[in-house]
């Protein structure tokens, strides 16, 4: 029996967060489907929460198409990063919004306490 994966790797085509904000890339699966409608839809909907909250700073994953804050990878799905933001950390930067990743938490409290 084949089974299909349901959700496959997703990479950035040439660009980053900003440039998908901006229409000068696309997000794409490793089938080559483009999923940027999607990600553009979680971007506003992450958006909309965090107004909601009125959240200061939010933490996201790094790495990733949608949620890296300093690196993303770079669309080979090799495992290779490249400098640059998610879309949705983009998004929510270009609203004012702080965003860090996982791996800054600690140091971010230090200078943030609660």
């Not at 696309?26 to 080559?32: C, E, F, L, M, Q």
């Not at 949620?67 to 490249?82: A, D, V």
């Amino acid at each position: 029996m084949d089974l299909a994966p349901l959700v496959y790797p997703q990479k950035l085509w040439e660009g980053t967060g900003q440039d998908v904000l901006d229409g000068k890339a696309k997000i794409a699966d490793s089938s080559g489907l483009d999923v940027t409608e999607l990600y553009l839809k979680g971007a506003y909907r992450t958006l909309e929460i965090a107004r909601q909250i009125q959240a200061t700073c939010v933490v996201l994953k790094e790495n990733s198409p949608s949620c890296g804050s300093q690196k993303i990878y770079n669309g080979t799905f090799q495992g290779e990063r490249i400098t640059g933001v998610g879309i949705t950390t983009a998004l929510l930067q270009r609203h004012g919004f702080e965003v860090i990743s996982e791996n800054e938490i600690e140091e971010w409290l230090t200078t943030h306490p609660l």
